[in-house]
């Protein structure tokens, strides 16, 4: 069981390219999540997925986009990177309506030159 | 308008002694809080949770308080050990949504 797992760990992009960061969960959660966390800050919702199919926007959505075309996956993608992308992205996963807890997985780190 | 604050950078603590974290929080509308706690360059791991309807829960050498009046939580960490050193953030759940507000953290450091 190896929980959420994420790909890459690291990334280095210059300003307009586009890449899409995967997560993975195989404890069969309904909701997934996308954060990124910046110096100083707490973590910032970028979008969220409740099933496979459905996808909605959180906190900081602008310039990514995200699908969830099956329940274990959870695709954020950058169209045209910026350098205000560069930060360190988080995927989570909670189980469902019962009980708050989400999983986290170990990170990507993103470099936007 | 940070609605979840942890106001408190840093803190260092001998081991054996207590930690406590704090954090503050200024909606009425959350359900849960929890914290998390942080190691370099690995993603957050789930510690422990409060119900809003409660004012403590235990976990071993974890305990989180909470104070409605006050919109006030606590981490108390006894005895503190080398290996808590770490990131912990504080996260409020909205009632009836999928959403979390999170806190800056607190950089805990436990001196051997």
């Known amino acids: 069981n190896a929980g959420v797992t994420q790909t890459p760990k690291f990334r280095v992009l210059k300003t307009g390219q586009s890449m899409t960061l995967l997560c993975a969960q195989d404890?069969?959660?309904?909701?997934m999540y996308w954060y990124r966390q910046d110096p100083g800050m707490g973590l910032r919702l970028i979008h969220y997925?409740?099933?496979?199919?459905?996808?909605a926007k959180g906190e900081v959505p602008d310039g990514y986009n995200v699908s969830r075309l099956k329940k274990q996956n959870f695709l954020l993608g950058l169209e045209s990177a910026a350098p205000s992308q560069t930060s360190v992205y988080f995927c989570?996963?909670?189980?469902?309506?019962?009980?708050?807890?989400?999983?986290f997985g170990p990170g990507t780190r993103l470099l936007v030159l | 308008d940070q609605q979840v604050k942890q106001n408190s950078p840093s803190l260092s603590v001998q081991e054996g002694r207590i930690s406590i974290l704090n954090c503050d929080y200024t909606n009425s509308m959350f359900d849960y809080f929890l914290w998390y706690k942080k190691y370099p360059a690995e993603g957050p791991t789930f510690l422990i949770s409060?119900?809003?309807?409660?004012d403590k829960n235990e976990d071993g050498r974890f305990t989180v308080f909470l104070n409605k009046s006050a919109k006030h939580l606590s981490l108390h960490i006894v005895p503190s050990q080398p290996g808590d050193s770490a990131v912990y953030f504080c996260?409020?759940?909205?009632?009836?949504?999928?959403?979390?507000?999170f806190g800056t953290g607190t950089r805990l450091k436990v001196l051997a």
């Open positions: 996260a409020a759940h909205y009632s009836g949504t999928y959403k979390y507000i």
């Open positions: 404890m069969n959660h309904e909701y």
């Open positions: 409060i119900s809003s309807i409660k």
């Open positions: 989570a996963s909670r189980p469902g309506p019962a009980g708050p807890t989400q999983y």
């Open positions: 997925s409740v099933g496979e199919g459905t996808t």
